[in-house]
């Protein structure tokens, strides 16, 4: 059994995943997100520290939870990067990439989107880059490795579960 067999990968979605780590997209993605994380760092150490002193409790409390979920989408946003860097520098194989434990989360629904209008310009600025970054990784995560390449078979197991959704009046992946 090879690699790419182990890690229940396809030829073809190996290719896929290779291509992309060595093409201009993925350098200018991988820029825009370590840039982004650095971003967020600074002005969170920084200025939105500051910031967030000056506001009411309860913007005080928004600021700490947009700030928690601004950065853990942006360490989920670095570590499929970093995964794909490892793909294009031969440190991983294209194949084991493929394995769902690499796979970009999809934000879970908020219950309840905390009160935005207190908080810092600066914060909002980052959460707006880091939303759009985290739904263009997602997107780019879905084709390389969810949607079937095409004259690649089907998954199986992903027909079976859109037929499932598609029942329950849920989306398909």
Not at 32 to 42: K, P, Q, R, S, Y
Not at 82 to 89: D, G, I, S, T, W
Not at 141 to 170: H, I, K, T, W
Request: charged letters at 30%; proline letters at 6%.
């Amino acid at each position: 059994m090879t690699n790419v067999e182990a890690a229940g990968a396809s030829p073809l979605r190996t290719a896929v995943v290779a291509d992309f780590a060595r093409s201009e997209l993925f350098d200018r993605t991988f820029q825009e997100g370590m840039a982004l994380v650095e971003d967020a760092a600074g002005y969170l150490d920084g200025e939105g520290r500051q910031s967030a002193k000056l506001l009411s409790r309860a913007a005080a409390m928004a600021y700490a939870e947009a700030s928690m979920r601004l950065t853990t989408r942006l360490m989920q946003v670095a570590s499929w990067l970093l995964v794909q860097r490892a793909v294009r520098e031969g440190d991983m194989a294209a194949g084991e990439a493929c394995d769902d434990r690499y796979r970009i989360q999809q934000p879970r629904p908020e219950p309840e989107a905390p009160e935005l209008g207190e908080l810092p310009a600066g914060l909002l600025a980052l959460v707006r880059r880091a939303e759009r970054l985290h739904e263009r990784v997602a997107h780019l995560d879905r084709r390389m490795y969810v949607e079937p390449v095409e004259g690649e078979a089907p998954n199986p197991v992903l027909s079976q579960l859109d037929r499932v959704r598609a029942a329950f009046g849920a989306r398909p992946v």
